[in-house]
C-alpha cells in the first residue's frame, strides 16, 4: 500500500486537474452559446438560397449550366477536411480524420486523392499519411465570412482549372452539446437537383437575365456553404469540449473520493500500528 504522502500528492494532483477541467467546461459553455445561436441562425437562409439556386438551375438550358456544374470523369478528388486547432474535445477531430482516410482509401481508391486540412489537429495527422494540398489553421482565430469566402474562392478555382474534378467537405455536423454528426458533403461540382424537389416556378420577370443570376447565385452560395460547414464545426467543437471537460470532471471526482478513502483506510491501519506497537512494548515492560 502507498505511504500516505504519496497518497496526499495524487489526492492534490487530481484536485488540481478538477480545477482545470472545470473552467475548461464553463468556458467551452460560454462559446458554445455564441457558435449555437450563429449556425441556428445562419442554417435557414442558407438552406434557402440552395433550394432557390437549384430550383433556377433546373429550368435552364442544358447548354446554359455553370462551370461550377460540370460533371466530369471522377480522377482527382480533393477533400476538405475541418478539424480544429486544439484537442481535450473527445472524438470530435479523430472522427473527421478517420471519415477522410475512408474516404481516400475506400470510396475514391485507385484515384488520386488530396487533402486541404483547415484546422491544426487534422493537418497534423493526415500530413503524415496522405498528400496535403494546403492547410489552414488560422480561419478559427477570426471566423468571418470574408475569410471563408477567401477559401471559398481558391476551392473554385482549383475544380474550375480541372486541378480537381471532384471537391468534399468533412466536418461535424452540429445538433447538440453531446452529439455531432460526421458530414461529409460534395461541394463541387454543384450537384442537380432531385426531379421530386423540382417546383414548377411561376412566370417571372428576370433582369438582367435568369443565367447571369445563376452565374451571380453560385458563387455566393459556395461561400454561404462552406461558410455554414466552418460555423458548424465551431459549434460542434465547443460542444464535444464541453461533453469532454464534464466526464473528465466526473472521472477526476470518483477518483479523488476513492483516493480519500484509501488514505484514510492507510492512516488508520497507520494509527492501529502504532497502538498495538503501544501495547506491545507496555507488556514487554511490565513482564
Not at 46 to 65: P, V
Not at 98 to 112: D, F, I, N, W
Not at 237 to 260: F, Q, S, V, W
Request: positive net charge; hydrophobic residues 40%.
Amino acid at each position: 500500500m502507498a505511504n500516505l504522502k504519496e497518497i496526499r500528492n495524487r489526492i492534490s494532483s487530481v484536485g488540481s486537474t478538477m480545477q482545470i477541467t472545470s473552467a475548461m467546461k464553463m468556458v467551452s459553455a460560454a462559446k458554445l452559446k455564441k457558435a449555437q445561436d450563429a449556425i441556428t441562425a445562419m442554417r435557414p437562409y442558407s438552406e434557402k438560397l440552395t433550394e432557390l439556386l437549384q430550383n433556377l438551375s433546373a429550368t435552364l438550358d442544358s447548354d446554359a449550366g455553370s462551370k461550377y456544374s460540370d460533371q466530369r470523369e471522377v480522377n482527382k478528388v480533393l477533400i476538405v477536411a475541418i478539424t480544429s486547432n486544439r484537442g481535450l474535445a473527445g472524438a470530435f477531430n479523430s472522427n473527421i480524420i478517420k471519415e477522410a482516410k475512408v474516404l481516400a482509401k475506400e470510396t475514391y481508391a485507385g484515384k488520386q486523392v488530396d487533402f486541404y486540412t483547415i484546422g491544426k489537429k487534422g493537418n497534423d495527422i493526415l500530413s503524415k499519411t496522405g498528400n496535403v494540398a494546403e492547410n489552414n489553421n488560422a480561419i478559427f482565430d477570426d471566423l468571418s465570412f470574408e475569410a471563408t469566402a477567401e477559401i471559398a474562392e481558391k476551392l473554385m478555382d482549383m475544380f474550375s482549372n480541372g486541378s480537381y474534378d471532384k471537391i468534399v467537405v468533412v466536418y461535424n455536423n452540429f445538433k447538440n452539446a453531446a452529439t455531432q454528426i460526421v458530414i461529409n458533403e460534395q461541394f463541387l461540382p454543384i450537384l442537380p437537383p432531385k426531379a421530386s424537389e423540382t417546383k414548377v416556378s411561376a412566370d417571372y420577370i428576370f433582369e438582367p437575365s435568369k443565367v447571369k443570376i445563376v452565374e451571380g447565385l453560385i458563387p455566393k452560395s459556395l461561400k454561404t456553404q462552406l461558410f455554414k460547414s466552418l460555423r458548424d464545426s465551431a459549434a460542434s467543437e465547443h460542444g464535444a469540449r464541453m461533453t469532454a471537460m464534464h466526464k473528465a470532471t466526473d472521472n477526476a471526482t470518483e477518483l479523488r473520493d476513492a483516493l480519500k478513502l484509501q488514505y484514510n483506510k492507510a492512516r488508520q491501519a497507520a494509527i492501529t500500528n502504532e497502538i498495538l506497537e503501544i501495547v506491545g512494548g507496555a507488556e514487554a515492560l511490565a513482564g
